[in-house]
Each structure stands twice: as C-alpha cells, then as structure tokens.
C-alpha cells in the first residue's frame, strides 16, 4: 500500500467479476497496490486531458517513424530551395554588385606635406589646434611648478622657538632660493605676455 493512502480507509466499488480480476492482473504486472493503479490511471487521464472512449491512434513508435520521414522530407525540400532558388540568386547579386562597383583611380593613401595640411584646417581647427597647444603648455609647466614646489616642502625643517612660536625653516642656500624665485617671475611674465 502506498505511504499516502495508509490512513485512508477503503471503500467499495461494484465492478464485474472478468473486469475486477482483470485489473487484478495488471496491477500486479505494473507493481503497485489496487488503489494506487486505479489512481495513477486516473492522474494519466486527467493530467493529459485524455478520454478513455478516445483512440490515442498508432503507438510511439509508428509516431517517431512518421516524424522522421517528415523531417527528411523537409530537409530535401530546403535542399531543392537552396539548389535552385537561392544559390542562383545570390550568384545573380554578385554578379550584378562587381559590375556596378566603382574603380577606384586614386590611391586611398595620399602623403601630403605639413604646409598642405595646415592650409587646409578651417578656422575652428586652428583656433582649436592653439587651444590644444595651450593646454598642454599649462598643464606641463604646473606639472613642473609642482615638482619644484615639492622639493621645497622637502626642505622645511620645523623649527621649536624657546620664546615664542614654533615654524618651518627654509633651510636651502640663497642662491637655489633665487634660482626659483627667477623661475617662477619668468613664468609669470610669459603668461602675462601670451595673447589669444
């Protein structure tokens, strides 16, 4: 008896004699308890949406036969596409894209000189060219202030003050100090100087 149906009690059916024993034998044959053998037959039934009066029509076998046959069928049938209808046409297309393809005469590199490229930049380019020329110049010469201003900060030396605040100390000869002082008033006379 199946673990689920154990705390069910039985019921009785009134079924013929040759019907009952002939169910008997198959649900021995398929190894399962009476009750569960109708029931599996009835869940069949059901979750198929079959009718006991209906014909299911020929075994799976004949089926799988049958769809293989079709199948093989299909696969000649796209063959003959392929041969007599596809491969004809697109040799067609082919045909008719290498007449029409334009010869090219002239190369696709052309070396041209430094004269003949600026000569031909349009006005926003140039002004656009300058403008590029001019952020790398700044971004170069603050990468440089900030270099130096760095080995400055290196060489403060911090200072305790017995009366009165402690500080920092420059401590670089004054030949270096002026050497960066001069640097840093040039640069500030070429950005001064620069013109857009």
């Known amino acids: ?31 399962h308890s009476q009750s569960m053998s109708l029931l599996l037959m009835l869940e069949f039934f059901e979750g198929n949406g079959l009718s ?17 046959k079709r199948i093989n069928g299909m696969v000649a049938i796209m063959k003959d596409i392929e041969k007599t209808q596809t491969k004809p046409t697109t040799a067609m297309l082919q045909l008719l894209f290498e007449q029409t393809a334009p010869k090219r005469k002239e190369p696709l590199y052309v070396e041209r000189t430094m004269e003949e490229i600026e000569a031909s930049k349009s006005e926003e380019e140039k002004l656009l060219d300058h403008y590029r020329e001019q952020y790398f110049t700044i971004n170069r010469e603050l990468f ?25 100390r420059l401590n ?25």
Request: hydrophobic residues 30%; proline residues 3%; without cysteine.
């Open 172 to 196: 670089i000869p004054k030949e270096e100090f002026k050497k960066i002082e001069q640097k840093l008033n040039n640069e500030n006379k070429d950005d001064n100087s620069e013109t857009f």
């Open 1 to 31: 008896m199946d673990v689920k149906l154990k705390k069910e009690r039985f019921e009785s059916l009134s079924i013929k004699t040759s019907v009952a024993k002939k169910f008997r034998r198959y649900s021995k044959t398929i190894s």
């Open 144 to 168: 440089e202030i900030k270099e130096d201003f760095g080995e400055v900060l290196n060489k403060l030396v911090y200072t305790k003050n017995t009366f009165g605040s402690n500080y920092y």
């Open 52 to 68: 006991p009066k209906e014909s299911i029509g020929p075994h799976i076998q004949t089926l799988e036969n049958l769809i293989k």
